[in-house]
């Protein structure tokens, strides 16, 4: 591709035409049959946007609030792991790029650049992901590092008790890398017989056994927010409230988990429902377009998080990549709002959108 891309699906492919297959397969692939990774794409063609018409939209307002933290546009950077196989400078060049967006990015536990590095490389509002580990000393140290950096927020992966079948990472024999953040705290080698010892490493160190009561643990360990991600039932979004999160975020890690588990559009307004308001509901799976943030927005998010295409825009062209990337989807929200009489977020109501009933 000789021109300069012009949207999220190129910078797909130019990240395509940089990476050795094995870590492109590694970001784009999903888990078994990728049902799922192709219906979160999917669903969101099956909503069209009801505009209005003749409302004064000659000045466009972006910004919002996430926890108190105002942001230029609802549009953070989601928690994927080793940025480094996608660019040199790693996790460090993304965190840049949401701080130049003036954004807020989740920094993966899984990162190849550790906690300290990232704090100190960039003023991004920065929020820490965790799993929890069988080792529970583990979790604490790494959430008592993350709350002396600054960061801002603890968000609980919580879908992944195994790793998803990922059939493109065994079959190109994954290895994951040595992780910057574990401490050495264990030091087994894992290996697999299946080809890629990712999912021997998930699980021998993560805690399958992990289950509501937990959260309080989490919750007295920090003063900071925790929110848990991994949320597609109304069911799990009542339970969370019960045990006293401080926002959810809908999620199903981007089909790399169970697969033929719902496009995430398509739960998002049940539990939007189910939450009232008590806290922040985040978004994210297959945003690709301004137009599929609007509809996310429409149907009850705060903001949205964005996996693979800052990890393409990554790939791409480094942090000036990520960079783009934000300020496409940041352009393209614009252009939406302003088609479909909406100068501020507040004005993207249930209304703008229509869902066919039955399929959403
Ligand atoms: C992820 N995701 C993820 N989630 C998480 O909580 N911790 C992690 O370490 C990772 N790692 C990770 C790696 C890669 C390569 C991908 C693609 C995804 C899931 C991620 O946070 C998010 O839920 C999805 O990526 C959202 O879907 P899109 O935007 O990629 O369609």
Not at 85 to 92: F, I, M
Not at 165 to 179: F, G, S, T, V, W
Not at 326 to 342: P, R, V
Request: aromatic share 6%; with cysteine.
């Amino acid at each position: 591709m000789g021109a300069e891309p012009v949207n999220v699906n190129e910078f797909e492919e130019l990240a395509r035409q940089a990476l050795p297959k094995m870590f492109y397969d590694h970001y784009s692939s999903g888990a078994e049959d990728q049902h799922t990774l192709k219906e979160n794409v999917k669903a969101f063609q099956k909503i069209m946007i009801r505009p209005r018409i003749l409302v004064d939209v000659s000045r466009i307002d972006l910004s919002t609030t996430v926890l108190g933290y105002k942001i230029s546009a609802p549009i953070m950077i989601a928690p994927t792991a080793r940025h480094k196989l996608a660019h040199p400078q790693g996790e460090v060049a993304t965190a840049r790029a949401a701080a130049s967006c003036n954004t807020i990015m989740i920094l993966s536990y899984m990162s190849s650049c550790t906690i300290e590095e990232v704090a100190s490389s960039c003023n991004a509002v920065r929020f820490f992901q965790i799993y929890m580990y069988k080792r529970r000393d583990i979790t604490a140290k790494l959430v008592q590092r993350a709350e002396r950096c600054g960061y801002k927020a603890i968000v609980l992966t919580v879908d992944t008790p195994r790793l998803g079948r990922r059939e493109a990472d065994i079959k190109n024999k994954m290895i994951a890398p040595q992780l910057k953040n574990f401490e050495g705290l264990i030091s087994t080698e894992f290996s697999s017989d299946d080809g890629s010892n990712v999912e021997a490493f998930v699980r021998n160190t993560f805690d399958a056994s992990l289950s509501w009561k937990d959260i309080g643990w989490l919750r007295s360990i920090t003063k900071l927010p925790v929110l848990i991600k991994g949320v597609v039932t109304h069911e799990d979004a009542l339970k969370a409230i019960e045990v006293g999160v401080d926002g959810i975020v809908v999620s199903n890690h981007g089909g790399r988990q169970l697969d033929y588990a719902p496009a995430t559009i398509s739960v998002l307004e049940e539990v939007v429902d189910a939450v009232k308001g008590k806290v922040p509901v985040l978004f994210d799976g297959g945003i690709r377009r301004g137009t599929d943030i609007f509809k996310a927005l429409a149907l009850g998010a705060q903001a949205v998080l964005i996996g693979r295409p800052a990890v393409y825009g990554l790939a791409a062209k480094g942090e000036d990549g990520v960079k783009r990337v934000i300020e496409m989807l940041k352009n393209e929200l614009e252009n939406t709002m302003a088609f479909s009489g909406c100068p501020t977020l507040k004005d993207i109501s249930r209304n703008h959108v229509r869902t066919q009933h039955g399929i959403l």
